[in-house]
């Protein structure tokens, strides 16, 4: 039985959508700041 904190209840596939980009946007650009100075620093 899937725990319920996890999984978020269902919702239309165009709202999972702005959910993705909502959450995927941010997380995209500190990844795009911070790998590259990570790899001067440890490359």
Same mark, same amino acid.
């Given at each position: 039985?899937?725990? *319920? #904190? /996890?999984?978020? *209840? ?15 946007? *941010? #997380?995209? #650009?500190? /990844? /795009? #700041?911070? /790998? *590259? ?7």
């Amino acid at each position: 039985m899937p725990d *319920p #904190v /996890l999984r978020r *209840p269902e919702r239309s596939p165009c709202a999972d959508f702005w959910h993705t980009i909502r959450v995927g946007i *941010p #997380v995209f #650009v500190v /990844l /795009l #700041v911070a /790998l *590259p100075v990570m790899f001067k620093m440890f490359g």
